[in-house]
């Protein structure tokens, strides 16, 4: 069992490793959330090879270290994609609550308020602690409990406002956060001896990852990015004029789309990021609401939307609008 969570935890250290090729933005939650988890498994790890109680309450500790500070981190990491308002100090607070949770928490052996009682046993090869539950044990599942509603709370609210996650990423949040309940609420009512939280975490990892790897912006490749900075840089009244403003056009259905994109030669030099912007544009979308939809940033669609009009050689959404007509009706007439 000891060599199980060695594994796992093993693992955890890996899972930090892919945070770093996945997410090229370097969310400091995201990387929060990658270490609490290894630290809630080195904590197991510990644990489970414990041979004596002083140093098995230390690895519980350890492992309450990650498990206090990872809601915390997975909360921050949802109103940041979400992009949902908060104070300056909202954060602090948190951490300060957190703080307090876990010096209760990892009071065993010391004060008799989290456990009232605790010992020692090595229990089929693994190392386990005997707990006798003190006042203060249940303020834990408090703890938890405010911070998962907290979170559904948000995931709900963003999807209502459609700030930044489409509908189907808050479903796969939701999914990913309550997935997690009912782990630790099915790990709370049996007596298993075995932390199946520690392979929910990775699994949980996983599925964010996933999750980022999806919303991050993989359009331009670095020859596309030498051409995006090549294209003649335009005043900002220009800019507004040529990608912003949304002028009196009329915009495309999905049926004239599709037979724009399968038969219009010019658009084979665009990258697939590029076709899925200008999908959008062709819907008469703003930038803003396409860099939503796409979960980029409005700089981003910017430089996408100059990368198209160079390849296509246009300089405005009205010369996109008038091509895609005479393509149209090209088409109509052959």
Same mark, same amino acid.
């Given at each position: 069992?000891?060599?199980?969570?060695? &594994?796992?935890?093993?693992? +955890? =250290?890996?899972? &930090?490793?892919?945070?770093?090729?996945?997410?090229?933005?370097?969310?400091?939650?995201?990387?929060?959330? !990658?270490?609490?988890?290894?630290?809630?498994?080195? *904590?197991?790890?510990?644990?489970?090879?414990?041979?004596?109680?002083?140093?098995?309450?230390?690895?519980?500790?350890?492992?309450?270290l990650?498990s206090?500070?990872?809601?915390?981190?997975?909360?921050?990491?949802?109103?940041?994609? +979400?992009?949902?308002?908060?104070?300056?100090?909202?954060?602090?607070?948190?951490?300060?609550?957190?703080?307090?949770?876990?010096?209760?928490?990892?009071?065993?052996?010391?004060?008799?308020?989290?456990y009232?009682?605790?010992?020692?046993?090595? %229990?089929?090869?693994? *190392?386990?602690?005997?707990?006798?539950? *003190?006042?203060?044990h249940?303020?834990? @599942?408090?703890?938890?409990?405010?911070?998962?509603?907290?979170? %559904?709370?948000?995931?709900?609210?963003?999807?209502? @406002?459609?700030?930044v996650?489409?509908?189907?990423?808050? %479903?796969? =949040?939701?999914?990913?956060?309550?997935?997690?309940?009912?782990?630790?609420?099915?790990?709370?009512? %049996?007596?298993? *001896?075995?932390?199946?939280?520690?392979v929910?975490?990775?699994?949980?990892?996983?599925?964010? =990852?996933?999750?980022?790897?999806?919303?991050?912006?993989?359009?331009?490749?670095?020859?596309?990015?030498?051409l995006?900075?090549?294209?003649?840089?335009?005043?900002?009244t220009?800019?507004?004029a040529?990608?912003?403003q949304?002028?009196?056009? +009329?915009?495309?259905?999905?049926?004239?789309?599709?037979? &724009?994109?399968?038969?219009?030669?010019?658009?084979?030099? =665009?990258?697939?990021?590029?076709?899925?912007?200008?999908?959008?544009?062709?819907?008469?979308?703003?930038?803003?609401?396409?860099?939503?939809?796409?979960?980029?940033?409005?700089?981003?669609?910017?430089?996408?939307?100059?990368?198209?009009? @160079? @390849?296509?050689?246009?300089?405005?959404?009205?010369?996109? !609008?008038?091509?895609?007509?005479?393509?149209?009706?090209?088409?109509?007439?052959?």
């Amino acid at each position: 069992m000891s060599a199980l969570y060695g &594994i796992i935890f093993a693992v +955890s =250290l890996l899972m &930090i490793l892919a945070y770093y090729f996945v997410d090229r933005k370097r969310d400091i939650w995201l990387l929060l959330l !990658f270490v609490c988890v290894a630290v809630c498994d080195l *904590g197991y790890f510990l644990l489970s090879a414990a041979k004596n109680l002083e140093f098995a309450l230390w690895a519980n500790r350890i492992a309450y270290l990650g498990s206090v500070f990872l809601p915390f981190s997975i909360l921050m990491m949802i109103m940041n994609l +979400s992009r949902f308002k908060y104070p300056k100090w909202f954060p602090q607070i948190l951490i300060g609550i957190n703080a307090v949770m876990f010096f209760i928490v990892s009071s065993g052996g010391w004060l008799p308020i989290y456990y009232k009682d605790v010992s020692f046993e090595i %229990i089929n090869g693994v *190392g386990t602690l005997i707990k006798a539950y *003190g006042p203060l044990h249940n303020l834990y @599942k408090v703890f938890l409990f405010v911070y998962f509603s907290a979170m %559904i709370a948000i995931i709900i609210y963003t999807a209502k @406002k459609k700030t930044v996650i489409s509908v189907k990423h808050s %479903i796969f =949040l939701a999914f990913v956060v309550i997935g997690n309940i009912v782990i630790w609420l099915i790990e709370n009512s %049996i007596k298993a *001896g075995f932390e199946f939280m520690s392979v929910s975490y990775i699994i949980t990892e996983g599925l964010i =990852l996933f999750l980022y790897g999806v919303l991050q912006d993989y359009g331009l490749t670095d020859t596309e990015r030498i051409l995006s900075a090549s294209v003649t840089v335009q005043s900002e009244t220009e800019k507004n004029a040529s990608d912003e403003q949304i002028i009196s056009i +009329s915009y495309f259905e999905q049926e004239q789309i599709d037979i &724009i994109f399968e038969n219009w030669q010019n658009l084979r030099l =665009l990258s697939q990021r590029e076709k899925e912007v200008l999908a959008l544009i062709m819907q008469n979308k703003k930038r803003k609401d396409i860099a939503d939809e796409l979960f980029v940033t409005e700089s981003t669609i910017k430089k996408h939307t100059s990368s198209i009009f @160079k @390849k296509l050689n246009i300089n405005n959404r009205s010369e996109l !609008f008038e091509n895609a007509k005479n393509y149209l009706n090209n088409k109509k007439m052959q």
